[in-house]
């Protein structure tokens, strides 16, 4: 610790570092206050540009009061760099007095040891309650001083978990700092296990990618995917706390829009819709919705009957197929065949005595405004070629199919392994021309009409021009134009980035984040892929904890196929949520069924044993005194069992969450149905740990305190205890 006089001119510097923040605050306030005026006389889309720009600005100055500055590096030889969230720049000089934590600058703040200083002789670390230093730890990095400690890491880790993940700006770590700044242009794989914070290093490294390649990636923006919504409200707010709103937050069940599934499939259909194999079947199943008629199909002309038979079907039918178009496109080429068929077909029988060729020109003219008119032709063509669209097409393959895996009486009761085919069959159907010309026509009507009411508005205020000229000492023409007026009345999309970038299917991501990607099928990556056509990802995962039968059994086998040679692997080994004594269950289990995975190291010990009580029938006393116990201490906390268990969620709904304390309930039910799911729950807690287990204690329960009864304190400052839901 440093003496008083020091912690005086440190807080005296940073109360001059806040001051520079709110004069930029009130500098970029009137550039959007300006931009939303559309006082530089600007085009509406380029005012839109401005605004949103300026806006983004604001919001990277607004989260910065938490935590402006958090350290201080001081050279061997040169002024002390004080590191923060935010860069500022002097006034008057422009000289930075506060470096961004993901300038270059910054990084020895994370890096330097007393081995390796990188040329810094101490750094000094802040630590801050709103806009107030509280104190400063120093860390001689020469070797010959007091050495540093992990005071703020240890801090952080120890702190009551409160609402959704926190960011690590100032308590980044040397392994993962050097993922967070890894240069490499694929994708990048971040395995770990448990604790290891590859979920909070992987939002740190788009907040970096963003600093140091924002015109590449802010108009497009990024996508993270997490494996359920309990898991994106968890970590939502840690990009924003970090300035960066760009960002669609989704699930893999919520990847095409205007669906949020989250019911799952059996394993054995989950396996079946996540291999690439049902690519296969789904094509097959818009094959089958392209028909020939089981009898002639007779269309009544004026002057002839014609039918519709197999041969000018399937004659449509090869044409349209080998046309290489989407289903519903593929569809005008099946139609225009049927048509010129049958029309020609007519005139040849209307024709064959009385007329000749010159003389059967208007009437194929007229026969073929016949056909194409024709209701009964138009019911038979929908009938043997219709527009389809995918959710019609898949929940009428499912509720037919003779597949006893596949099949299901209600077709659209979505599952999460429906969405990829869903959106594979986006493209496989494509789009209806007929609506999409309709829709173009609206547009050109609108565009039409806001041009006629401009040039009226321009004719009105034309008749008073010279009272207008006399009035305002200016031109009518000199003030606007008809066309600059409509343009006006154009509307304009005001949404954020975020929001426009979910509404739509075809959006492309710059960078894309898939967390629990362990998880992900076959399919769910072909859907990923499409979204980011740069394939530039950061993947996070860990494959001892894959649940899914559809899963990732290895990196490799799921990446290679669309980046070989592009993508690299980093682990991180250091568990900083779960203490030594509860991880050291964990790992008993993770022993039984994945013995070859080395599991993550604890950097604490809390001296809490985890406990275990015996509990053979209705476990609802055991868990309400867990919750009253609970109830007396700051923080969260969760109990976990299997389906049924009042009172509990399942594991899978917790999976990359944290809580201070955790209640397993009935783990050989949990391990017997997925092990994984067990290893899951016992390594959710940062505190204390308690499992409610039937007959004899488990072997993996051997070093835990065992309990007759559960024990009960007075609430005293009210924690959150979760039941029948998630919570942070």
């Not at 949103?52 to 935590?67: C, Q």
């Not at 600093?211 to 997490?226: C, F, K, M, S």
């Not at 924003?240 to 949020?260: I, K, M, Q």
């Not at 690299?568 to 779960?578: E, G, I, K, S």
Request: charged residues 30%; contains cysteine.
């Amino acid at each position: 610790m440093t003496d008083h006089h020091e912690l005086d001119l440190e807080r005296e510097h940073l109360a001059h570092l806040y001051d520079r923040l709110d004069e930029e605050r009130r500098r970029v306030h009137d550039e959007y206050t300006a931009a939303l005026r559309g006082e530089d006389g600007e085009a509406a889309m380029d005012r839109d540009v401005r605004v949103r720009e300026t806006a983004s600005r604001r919001r990277r100055l607004d989260v910065a009061d938490h935590g402006l500055c958090f350290g201080r590096l001081d050279p061997d030889h040169g002024e002390p760099l004080y590191v923060g969230r935010i860069g500022l720049r002097d006034r008057d000089t422009d000289e930075p007095v506060l470096l961004d934590w993901r300038a270059p600058a910054a990084r020895p703040f994370y890096t330097a040891t007393g081995a390796h200083p990188e040329g810094l002789r101490r750094r000094r670390q802040f630590h801050t309650r709103g806009r107030d230093l509280v104190t400063i730890t120093d860390e001689d990095l020469t070797g010959t001083g007091e050495p540093g400690s992990d005071a703020a890491l240890l801090a952080a880790v120890n702190a009551p978990r409160g609402d959704g993940m926190r960011d690590i700006v100032a308590t980044i770590q040397a392994e993962q700092d050097e993922i967070i700044r890894l240069d490499h242009p694929g994708v990048v794989v971040i395995e770990g296990g448990p604790g290891t914070g590859k979920t909070v290093v992987a939002l740190h490294r788009v907040a970096y990618l963003l600093y140091t390649e924002r015109a590449r990636i802010e108009r497009h923006g990024v996508l993270v995917v997490g494996p359920n919504r309990a898991f994106v409200r968890h970590v939502d707010r840690v990009l924003p706390s970090l300035g960066e709103s760009d960002v669609v937050f989704t699930t893999p069940g919520g990847l095409v829009p205007g669906l949020h599934v989250t019911r799952e499939d059996s394993a054995p259909a989950a396996r079946r819709k996540g291999a690439l194999t049902v690519l296969d079947v789904l094509a097959q199943a818009v094959a089958d919705r392209q028909r020939l008629p089981a009898e002639p199909v007779p269309v009544e002309l004026t002057d002839t009957t014609v039918h519709l038979g197999v041969d000018v079907a399937g004659w449509a039918r090869d044409e349209a197929r080998a046309s290489g178009r989407p289903h519903n496109e593929a569809r005008e080429v099946f139609v225009e065949i049927v048509r010129w068929a049958l029309t020609e077909r007519a005139v040849s029988r209307i024709g064959r005595d009385a007329l000749s060729a010159a003389d059967r020109a208007p009437l194929r003219v007229d026969v073929a405004a016949e056909v194409a008119a024709h209701e009964g032709l138009a019911r038979a063509v929908d009938a043997l070629w219709p527009v389809l669209t995918p959710a019609e097409l898949l929940a009428g393959f499912y509720a037919t199919t003779d597949d006893p895996v596949l099949h299901r009486a209600v077709g659209d009761a979505w599952t999460v392994s429906d969405v990829p085919l869903l959106d594979e069959l986006v493209d496989l159907l494509g789009a209806d021309p007929a609506a999409e010309r309709a829709a173009a026509a609206v547009r050109r009507r609108d565009a039409a009409e806001q041009a006629e009411y401009a040039a009226g508005v321009m004719e009105v205020l034309t008749l008073d021009r010279e009272e207008l000229d006399e009035d305002l000492g200016v031109r009518v023409q000199d003030l606007t134009h008809a066309d600059v007026l409509a343009d006006r009345f154009t509307e304009v999309d005001t949404r954020d980035l975020a929001d426009r970038a979910a509404a739509d299917r075809d959006w492309t991501y710059r960078h894309v984040v898939v967390d629990e990607a362990q998880e992900l099928s076959a399919m769910d990556w072909r859907v990923l892929m499409r979204r980011c056509p740069a394939r530039s990802f950061t993947v996070v995962g860990d494959l001892a904890q894959r649940r899914s039968p559809a899963g990732a059994r290895s990196w490799g086998d799921m990446l290679d196929p669309y980046v070989p040679g592009r993508w690299v692997y980093r682990a991180l080994t250091v568990n900083y949520r779960t203490p030594a004594e509860i991880l050291a269950v964990a790992v008993r289990v993770l022993a039984g069924y994945a013995p070859g995975v080395r599991p993550p190291e604890s950097v604490r010990a809390t001296g809490i044993r985890p406990w275990s009580q015996r509990v053979d029938d209705d476990p609802s006393a055991a868990i309400a005194a867990f919750t009253a116990e609970e109830a007396g201490r700051a923080g969260t906390s969760v109990v976990i069992g299997p389906p049924g268990v009042p009172g509990t969620v399942p594991a899978s709904e917790t999976k990359g969450l944290e809580f201070d304390a955790v209640l397993v309930v009935d783990p050989d039910r949990i391990l017997a149905a997925n092990p994984a799911d067990l290893y899951v729950a016992l390594t959710r807690a940062t505190q204390r740990l308690g499992v409610l287990h039937a007959g004899a204690a488990p072997a993996y329960l051997s070093r835990t305190e065992a309990r007759t009864a559960a024990r009960a304190s007075s609430p005293t400052t009210g924690a959150r205890t979760v039941q029948g839901a998630c919570s942070r």
